[in-house]
């Protein structure tokens, strides 16, 4: 197999075609991607998706660009960010989090003097930050306009359903490579696989994929106004139905150590291994609750991870007796990168790495940033859109369907179909208003 050659901090590595640079930092046993801006705590890959910003590049001059979303080019030039007295693996700053162990209140440092309050800000500005402006100038991205009777934001199975039913006309956007999203894990096996992600898609009548959707606005007349990044064109599209079907994003527990290189998303594990063939250490500890958990352990070591426990937060044990089950508290994670779990009950867990098994939390902010209402549900950590039985939102000409609006597994596929045909009844009316 040929490999790719490209560059970290000046330092020649080597990455097989089609991984991320997140999966070429991974193979070549680099876990610290950047630091944290406060106090300067390493940081690695969470979620793997995009979502969580701790695998922040500047790549060919250009700054925080989410190495997990990248792929890796022959000579790409890459450079770890937020280091700025050392390196990102020997940051004299991390001092910070030893000096300061109770906590800094960085809002009111030094304002007992109002030149002390000054130079501790000059002083901030020049430590802290994302990286520095890119070191050329961006090109010039192309803008089209497009008209669609719906349009559908997510390829998952909810998505590909809802495609499906709106019927010819509709336009279907996915921000990765492929589509399939969760449905490609295999975490569900109750819920929707490759092969049905296969026989599906080719019922969709247009497909856009490493889209972006990074806007949504109100019509002045009727529907909505979807913002869609391609490449190097912005493309405009005017829709007289949107359907959110934008799914979840991976979730880290509450407890000491969660933000350190090593913790992952179960789920982007799974993806890690799916997109680029690639594991992270030999021996996992997976912590969650719930039926995510049971199924994202069973999906890893379905996987060819070894398990050394799996670690259910939940008062109730679930039922698995397959899998090294134990009910504990996650209490610290230990290492760089983390090598041991302290938990509540019984000894520490050895381990190369953790994966948080935890409902990924609905990502509703299309919607809601147009007026669409959700509301909490703890068992589905976060949002999810509330929906009619069609789809609807409370916003007439945005409709949602799966994980999104709380339905994952086969349920996504059933809502995904009736926001699709609801949509779709209803678009044509709209569009010529």
Known sequence: MSSVRFSLDGDALDARPGDTLAAALLRNGITTFTRSIKYHRPRGPFCFSGSCGQCLLRVDGVPSLPACRVPVQEGMVCERQNAPLGSADNDLMRASDFVFSSGLDHHHLMIGSRLLGKVTL????????????????????????????????????????????????????????????????????????????????????????????????????????????????LILINAGRVIVATGGAPQPLPFAGVDRPGVHAARGLLKLYNECNLRVGASLAVVGAGKELIDC??????????????VSTGAERPAADELPLRNAQPLRALGNPVRALEVSEGPRIRCDAIALAWSPSPSHELATANGAKAAFVPELNGFPLQVDADGRTTVPWIFAAGRVCGQGGAGAIQSGAAAGAAASAGAGAVARS
């Open 122 to 233: 000059e002083v901030a500005r020049r430590l802290a930050g994302l990286g520095h402006l890119p070191s050329r100038e961006s090109p010039t991205m192309r803008g089209e306009l497009r008209k669609v009777s719906v349009a559908v934001v997510g390829a998952g199975p909810a998505g590909i359903a809802a495609a499906r039913a709106a019927g010819k006309g509709v336009l279907l956007i996915e921000r990765d490579a492929r589509v399939g999203g969760a449905a490609l894990l295999g975490v569900d096996p109750a819920g929707p696989d490759a092969a049905w992600v296969a026989r599906e898609i080719t019922g969709v009548s247009e497909l856009l994929l490493n889209a972006e959707a990074i806007g949504l606005y109100a019509n002045e007349t009727a529907g909505g106004l979807l913002a869609v990044r391609e490449g190097g064109r």
């Open 297 to 310: 352990a069973r999906a890893l070591r379905a996987a060819g991870y070894a398990l050394s426990q799996v």
